[in-house]
């Protein structure tokens, strides 16, 4: 059986408001990095649909097309607010004054989803430091700051909540047919720095958890196989599920983590690969 519709998705989230209290995100506020296209944007939709209120950061100036379709559906179906505001991670007072600013207009911030993250592929012989350091920047440093200006606004205004930060299956394992040392290396960096921030900011009330995903069809991938055609059937053979995962196939992990229904998990990592690390 494949993937739930979008449609389907959508019919659950309203029953799950309904029936099962402890998933809603009603009137909560919440930054999403990455969130104006792929994985973060699928995560924002589904924050929203949980009665959530979404400020999306990306490093493009213009979201892609669905977000603006999203943020209609924000204001005049969910009775939700969707703001994108173009941004540079790794630009830690940046990052702060954002935090800031959200604050000043909503009186509070219920947590985070990092989802921003940058991919190269080249062998450990030949790659180059500038590409190696713009990745760590981004998938790490661009994480941590991410994760500390939020913490930072929650801290001084006495609010517990979530933070979720997006690692990968590659942060646990080194994938077969995908030769990219310096990226997976970043996501288990993702891993560690999330139990350290669950140790540090527990005392506040504050949980930090990850999601490690298997390989998902968004358009980082995606241009790997332009680049790579052959990956596509090979990398769907490595789990038992045999095919590639779909960004909607990680909207309930979000909301999970986010809300209420996983109050005593901190500190963890939520790995949903198809079964991939099994064999």
Same mark, same amino acid.
């Given at each position: 059986?494949?993937? /739930?519709?979008?449609? %389907?998705?959508?019919?659950?989230?309203?029953?799950?408001?309904?029936?099962?209290?402890?998933?809603? #995100?009603?009137?909560?506020? $919440?930054?999403?990095?990455?969130?104006?296209?792929? #994985?973060? =944007?699928?995560?924002?939709?589904? @924050? =929203?649909?949980?009665?959530?209120?979404?400020?999306? !950061?990306?490093?493009? *100036?213009?979201?892609?097309?669905?977000?603006?379709?999203?943020?209609?559906?924000?204001?005049?179906? =969910?009775?939700?607010?969707?703001? /994108?505001?173009? %941004?540079?991670?790794?630009?830690?007072?940046?990052?702060?004054?954002?935090?800031?600013? @959200?604050?000043?207009?909503?009186?509070?911030?219920?947590?985070?989803?990092?989802?921003?993250?940058?991919?190269?592929?080249?062998?450990?012989?030949?790659?180059?430091?500038?590409?190696?350091?713009?990745? /760590?920047?981004?998938?790490?440093?661009?994480?941590?700051?991410?994760?500390?200006?939020?913490?930072? *606004?929650?801290?001084? #205004?006495?609010?517990?909540?979530? =933070?979720?930060?997006?690692?990968?299956?590659?942060?646990?394992?080194?994938?077969?047919?995908?030769?990219?040392?310096?990226?997976?290396?970043?996501? +288990?960096?993702?891993?560690?720095?999330?139990?350290?921030? +669950?140790?540090?900011?527990?005392? $506040?009330?504050?949980?930090?958890?990850?999601?490690?995903?298997?390989?998902? !069809?968004? &358009?980082?991938?995606?241009?790997?196989?332009?680049?790579?055609?052959?990956?596509?059937?090979?990398?769907?053979?490595?789990?038992? #599920?045999?095919?590639?995962?779909?960004?909607?196939?990680?909207?309930?992990?979000?909301?999970?983590?986010?809300?209420?229904?996983?109050? /005593?998990?901190?500190?963890? &990592?939520?790995?949903?690969?198809?079964?991939?690390?099994?064999?």
């Amino acid at each position: 059986m494949g993937p /739930f519709s979008a449609s %389907s998705y959508r019919s659950i989230a309203q029953s799950i408001r309904v029936l099962l209290p402890e998933f809603s #995100l009603k009137d909560r506020v $919440y930054v999403v990095t990455g969130g104006a296209r792929g #994985l973060g =944007l699928t995560q924002v939709e589904a @924050i =929203l649909e949980a009665g959530g209120r979404v400020y999306a !950061l990306d490093r493009l *100036q213009q979201p892609r097309p669905d977000f603006e379709r999203i943020a209609a559906r924000a204001k005049d179906e =969910l009775g939700t607010h969707l703001e /994108f505001i173009p %941004s540079d991670v790794r630009d830690q007072d940046a990052m702060h004054a954002i935090a800031e600013d @959200i604050v000043r207009k909503e009186k509070r911030i219920d947590g985070l989803i990092a989802a921003a993250g940058i991919q190269h592929t080249d062998t450990a012989l030949e790659y180059r430091k500038e590409d190696a350091d713009r990745l /760590f920047e981004v998938n790490i440093t661009g994480v941590f700051m991410s994760a500390q200006a939020v913490a930072k *606004q929650m801290v001084k #205004l006495g609010t517990p909540g979530s =933070l979720v930060l997006i690692a990968s299956m590659s942060g646990t394992i080194a994938n077969k047919g995908l030769i990219c040392a310096p990226y997976n290396a970043s996501k +288990a960096g993702v891993v560690q720095l999330a139990r350290n921030l +669950a140790v540090e900011w527990g005392q $506040y009330g504050i949980r930090v958890n990850t999601i490690s995903p298997g390989y998902i !069809l968004t &358009d980082m991938v995606e241009a790997e196989f332009a680049e790579h055609p052959e990956l596509r059937k090979e990398w769907a053979s490595h789990n038992p #599920l045999g095919r590639i995962s779909k960004a909607p196939e990680y909207r309930g992990a979000a909301v999970f983590l986010l809300s209420d229904a996983s109050s /005593f998990m901190t500190g963890a &990592d939520m790995i949903i690969d198809g079964g991939h690390r099994a064999w």
